[in-house]
């Protein structure tokens, strides 16, 4: 679909028309410049009223073909702060491209406007300045089109995270780590995170952590002078566990002997994701160090699947080594399944929560398939047949029904581009049984640090308060990708990260009034 789009006072909202474009087309091509071989002519005008303080949005969508127009107008009042023009504009442009492109194709957005990674986020800053949860919800329906299931998911979530984190917005003393192991034993054909082949030239394992080793006793060293203390720990990757056990013994001395206060970590865990990667002699490691949980991913209980995707480990894999953790005294396991992924619909996602049912992990985190830009499935897209939007839909609420029904609840989300179906991810537990990193991580209320190779630290610089609440500056930093250059660069990357983390906590205290 090639969109012909006339601006009138909205230049600098191209991304909004873009974004929204893509959620009803899955191939379309967008231009602001005359364009007579364009299927659609998009008219968006803004224009702001001074006296009443809002501005108004009017769209005009035209099909050149068959001669159907379409209109929507809306109006917001703009906020008190300079940006407020800016960003009611967005949301108006936004709500008005929605209307006109879901009455022209006839299909709904079940996230309305929302296209960012963190609708719980948006939900938590919502329950702050607004009194009940009820009034949250009618501006998510009201203000951002959100369909009746996703708001009652928002809430769902964000309640259950106040409950299970009650501190959540007040851990300014306290940093969450990030230990990130880049190798694994193959790389899965969806998969863009940093996973090299442990048997690979790519930077011998050795010299990576050497490095690794070096970042725990410096950051460890910086959080103890600093008086800080850390929530929790995460070893992901990559398969942390793709390492040997007298590796990660070593690695958990050092995070022992450096870290402060390992004793008071509310929750340790370990992604043990690829099945093929674990043995006894790790799992002792793990409960020796007190590992508090672990994650064994099936992604799908279909061998034929697995075998397309690159998994190179058997069902019957998955079935013993969950079945070998239970044994070794791990009460606390994680399970991640993908929904839809290549040739697999209703019947085998049916087969797969059938198999998960007869193990029962604690937690299970049901992703939708998202084609990432640098993944092998996307730069081969052609040779992977996946279910269309409507199965899609379909499929997401047989496994939230399937979830609801052996007593699992929702703790957890997160969004992706390019996601199938305008879906979500979501993570589910037993009561008690919610992973604290995972929320964290995601509403992004504390300082993640991350080391080791592709990790990315999140840097929370002090509240600064203002009229309609607060503002919060986040400082990404992320570490090399590859392990050759990590091995290469380590000490001067550990060098810049200590410093954005001194600008960070070097100002005294935890909110600054403007």
């Excluded at 909004?16 to 893509?22: G, P, Q, T, V």
Aim: glycine residues 8%; contains cysteine; hydrophobic residues 35%.
């Amino acid at each position: 679909m090639r969109i012909e789009i006339e601006r009138v006072g909205v230049g600098e909202h191209a991304g909004e028309l873009l974004h929204i474009a893509k959620l009803f087309f899955e191939n379309v091509e967008v231009v602001y410049t005359p364009d007579s071989e364009a299927q659609l002519h998009l008219r968006v005008a803004a224009v702001l009223d001074e006296n009443s303080q809002r501005v108004k949005v009017e769209l005009t969508l035209t099909d050149r073909a068959s001669g159907q127009v379409l209109t929507s107008t809306n109006s917001r009042a703009l906020g008190a702060r300079d940006e407020g023009l800016r960003r009611m504009t967005k949301r108006a442009v936004s709500y008005g491209m929605l209307e006109v492109l879901g009455e022209y194709t006839g299909l709904e957005q079940p996230w309305g406007i929302l296209t960012g990674v963190r609708p719980t986020k948006l939900m938590h800053n919502l329950m702050m300045k607004n009194t009940g949860i009820e009034s949250c919800k009618q501006v998510l329906r009201d203000e951002y089109l959100v369909t009746e299931p996703k708001v009652e998911l928002l809430a769902d979530i964000a309640e259950r995270q106040l409950k299970v984190i009650p501190d959540l917005f007040h851990l300014d003393r306290e940093v969450s780590l990030y230990i990130g192991i880049p190798f694994c034993p193959t790389k899965c054909a969806y998969c863009t995170f940093p996973a090299y082949d442990i048997r690979g030239q790519n930077g011998s394992v050795e010299a990576f952590l050497e490095g690794l080793h070096e970042e725990i006793r410096l950051t460890g060293q910086w959080l103890k002078e600093q008086g800080l203390s850390i929530t929790t720990i995460y070893w992901g990757g990559g398969t942390p566990t793709s390492i040997t056990a007298e590796q990660m013994e070593a690695l958990f001395v050092t995070m022992h002997e450096w870290m402060p206060s390992m004793d008071r970590v509310r929750e340790l865990t370990v992604e043990a994701g690829r099945p093929d990667t674990i043995t006894a002699d790790k799992i002792e490691v793990m409960k020796r160090y007190n590992v508090h949980r672990i994650s064994i991913n099936p992604q799908s209980f279909t061998q034929a699947t697995l075998d397309a995707i690159g998994r190179h480990h058997t069902v019957e894999e998955t079935i013993e080594k969950f079945k070998l953790a239970r044994e070794l005294g791990m009460n606390n396991i994680n399970m991640d399944l993908i929904v839809g992924l290549p040739d697999e619909g209703l019947e085998e996602l049916q087969r797969t929560l059938d198999e998960t049912g007869k193990l029962m992990p604690e937690s299970l985190t049901v992703h939708t398939l998202s084609f990432k830009r640098a993944s092998r499935m996307t730069k081969n897209k052609d040779e992977y047949e996946v279910a269309g939007r409507e199965e899609i839909a379909e499929m997401i609420k047989t496994a939230s029904d399937w979830t609801t029904a052996h007593q699992y609840v929702p703790y957890y989300m997160y969004r992706q581009k390019n996601i199938l179906g305008n879906q979500e991810n979501v993570g589910y537990s037993f009561e008690g049984y919610e992973s604290l990193y995972n929320i964290l991580m995601m509403e992004e209320r504390q300082t993640i640090i991350g080391l080791g190779c592709g990790a990315v630290s999140k840097v929370l610089f002090p509240k600064v308060e203002h009229e309609e609440g607060y503002e919060q500056r986040i400082e990404r930093f992320p570490n090399p990708k590859e392990p050759s250059v990590y091995n290469q660069a380590y000490r001067e990357y550990i060098d810049k990260k200590l410093r954005l983390l001194d600008e960070a906590y070097g100002a005294a205290g935890s909110m600054v009034s403007v």
